[in-house]
């Protein structure tokens, strides 16, 4: 059993807790989504007048334009596009991976977290959501229209030597913004932490990456 150490709600997706519409995050995320490249769809180049979609898709393509160095930890974080242009049918999609590069078996927490799933960026203007669930969000557009609720146990997950574990999240804008899914560039970053049997955080580094939707 996935040990816990604390168990709460909070929302994600830049609106108050009083206007929560959707719970996720009750069960552990299997990993999730089916690794399409979206190979032949155009993205658009974002370019319409007040910065929002280009006509026909549902929103701007997204690279990645930077990721931070390796932590000082045995596990070895990783992302990469999955999904590059959204759609009327589904928003961009970036994959996660978390490999142990040490000789000795870990445990990684928060499991969510570690992957990105239910980070903002800095700004609060995209979220990464589990790929394949559903949740409020505007058809075509992937403009969240409420904030979403998550239960938040320290979840955790262990990973051999050579072991990887890899998932797929979406990327939303949230609440209330202009654009359905804004152009600019936007950092994500979160905390990744080896814990013992307990769930008790052993070492600790924070890790991050920046995209561009354009």
Not at 53 to 65: A, C, D, F, K
Not at 90 to 107: C, F, I, S
Not at 127 to 139: F, M, N, W
Not at 159 to 187: K, M, N, Q
Request: net charge negative.
């Amino acid at each position: 059993m996935t040990p816990t150490r604390r168990r709460y709600l909070r929302g994600v997706g830049g609106a108050s807790a009083a206007g929560l519409l959707a719970l996720a995050g009750c069960a552990s995320a299997p990993n999730a989504g089916d690794g399409s490249d979206g190979s032949g769809v155009d993205g658009g180049n974002g370019t319409d007048a007040g910065g929002t979609r280009p006509e026909g898709t549902g929103g701007p393509g997204v690279s990645i334009v930077s990721v931070d160095d390796e932590v000082e930890l045995p596990i070895r974080p990783a992302v990469e596009i999955a999904r590059e242009a959204a759609t009327t049918d589904h928003p961009p999609r970036l994959r996660t991976r978390l490999t142990n590069a040490g000789d000795e078996r870990v445990r990684v927490g928060e499991g969510r977290a570690a992957h990105f799933e239910y980070v903002s960026d800095g700004d609060d203007a995209l979220v990464l959501l589990p790929a394949d669930d559903e949740y409020p969000a505007e058809p075509g557009c992937w403009r969240l229209t409420d904030t979403i609720a998550i239960t938040e146990e320290y979840r955790t997950f262990a990973l051999d030597p050579g072991e990887s574990s890899e998932r797929f999240i979406d990327l939303y804008a949230t609440p209330g913004g202009d654009a359905c899914l804004p152009v600019g560039e936007y950092r994500f970053e979160t905390t990744v932490s080896v814990v013992s049997g307990d769930a008790e955080p052993q070492s600790s580094a924070t890790w991050g990456f920046s995209v561009v939707l354009e």
